[in-house]
């Protein structure tokens, strides 16, 4: 096989589609399976140092797979969905372990059951190969900026040379019969093919980021994940083949943004309690919308394959479950139905919200043009001493008795919005960005 010319991911995946577009199902399933070979000793690494997993069932489950590839016996769907919900559990998440190259081993072993079933499994193994690039690159997702300058990585390329190989190797079997499938697994756990972490960077110590530090940047990162798209998504076609995904991508591309915010991911923020009050007040809001749109049998397919990938960075893994860091894709539909629209246009609402440009953003540019942060009136009472306490309203978690006036902190919708809004007596004072030092909650 030549060496093609390859000198973006996008490049790679377009070579690989066409590559094993040509092949049998078997060699695609071997291919998937090869993937998950070469990386499940890595999950059992971690096992191993977590004391978290079970490596012997993922192990059990790559066995079956290999064994349906000889057609003794052939994996059922009822099998399938039973390894997929296993390999589920005993994921780890992000949220608990530092381990994005077990999580990855994961998803390549889940795409690799999924590439068992009959038919075109075409998806499912380039998929599974894709993966291997998160397991060495973790941050692949979180920028796309970033993805040209990650690409020329030493560990990317290397995974690159490992699954070139691969496919060449595979690419020349014509039948695959036990010996054949015993001599290519003893291969994949060597030195030159066998998945390899690279080492992790010494962490720094590094200041924690105020409220208004990441509003502005945020609100950097959205102007650019936006420009050039129109307002209305008038450039989205509903018959379009890919309609679903590019419209499920609309949302998720903002929500992530919102999450990787307030969770720290572009750096941690100082305000604790504000934060944890933020979440709770949109998990509130999320779950006060149970109803559950009537998609289309793609469009709801679509979903659930995405929402149960934990590679998509999401804070849920089901449509149903409330969102805690803005709108869920379903609340946005039903409000937008319950707003008048028609099943033919209420994906304009999602689109709406992913590129809508926030108030807060002309109100920040309002007070620059005038030299302050906040308005007088507000500012004196930033500077005022106050002892707060807890209310039971997520909207209004703080309130206060200041000279027989009742003050209250409402939670804005940071961080398209200023976080905090003061009220006294009812009636909004302004919105600021940051806790005052003075102010002391319970």
Not at 26 to 51: G, H, I, N
Not at 76 to 82: E, M, N, P, Q, T
Not at 281 to 289: A, F, I, P, Q, Y
Not at 416 to 427: A, C, E, G, P, R
């Amino acid at each position: 096989m030549p060496t093609p010319t390859i000198n973006t991911l996008d490049d790679y995946e377009m070579f690989l589609g066409e590559t094993i577009e040509a092949w049998s199902p078997e060699q695609r399933l071997a291919l998937a399976a090869a993937m998950a070979e070469r990386w499940l000793p890595v999950y059992d690494e971690f096992s191993k140092k977590e004391e978290w997993g079970d490596s012997p069932s993922l192990h059990h489950i790559l066995d079956a797979v290999w064994q349906h590839l000889l057609a003794e016996p052939l994996l059922k769907a009822s099998d399938r969905s039973r390894y997929v919900d296993q390999i589920h559990e005993i994921t780890p998440h992000m949220d608990d372990f530092d381990a994005p190259e077990a999580l990855a081993a994961c998803i390549i072993l889940s795409d690799t059951v999924e590439c068992c079933r009959l038919g075109d499994n075409t998806r499912f193994a380039i998929q599974a190969a894709l993966s291997g690039f998160e397991a060495v690159a973790p941050d692949w997702a979180l920028d796309p900026d970033e993805q040209p300058h990650l690409w020329q990585k030493a560990v990317v390329r290397k995974e690159l040379r490992k699954q070139l190989k691969l496919v060449e190797q595979i690419g020349r079997i014509t039948l695959f019969n036990e010996t054949i499938v015993k001599t290519l697994r003893s291969g994949l756990t060597q030195l030159g093919t066998v998945g390899e972490v690279p080492p992790k960077e010494t962490a720094h110590e590094t200041p924690l980021l105020s409220n208004q530090a990441a509003f502005e940047q945020y609100r950097r990162m959205i102007e650019m994940d936006n420009r050039g798209k129109a307002p209305a998504g008038d450039d989205f076609k509903p018959q379009a083949i890919i309609f679903n995904a590019m419209l499920f991508s609309e949302w998720s591309s903002r929500y992530r943004r919102r999450l990787d915010t307030i969770k720290g991911y572009y750096g941690k923020l100082a305000d604790i309690k504000g934060i944890e009050a933020l979440v709770a007040l949109e998990l509130d809001r999320d779950g006060r919308v149970t109803e559950v749109p009537n998609w289309d049998k793609e469009m709801r397919w679509m979903i659930d394959l995405i929402m149960k990938n934990p590679m998509n960075g999401l804070d849920v893994n089901s449509v149903e479950q409330p969102h805690g860091y803005g709108p869920s894709f379903r609340r946005l539909w039903v409000e937008a139905k319950q707003a008048g629209s028609s099943d033919d246009n209420a994906h304009l609402a999602v689109i709406a919200w992913a590129r809508h440009r926030p108030e807060a953003w002309r109100e920040a540019d309002e007070r620059k043009k005038k030299g302050r942060l906040v308005e007088d009136s507000l500012g004196k009472r930033l500077n005022h001493n106050v002892s707060w306490s807890s209310t039971n309203d997520p909207a209004y978690p703080w309130k206060a008795e200041v000279d027989r006036d009742n003050w209250l902190v409402g939670i804005n919708d940071f961080p398209d919005d200023y976080l905090y809004t003061l009220y006294i007596n009812h009636s909004p004072i302004g919105k600021f960005h940051d806790w005052p030092e003075i102010w002391v909650r319970d």
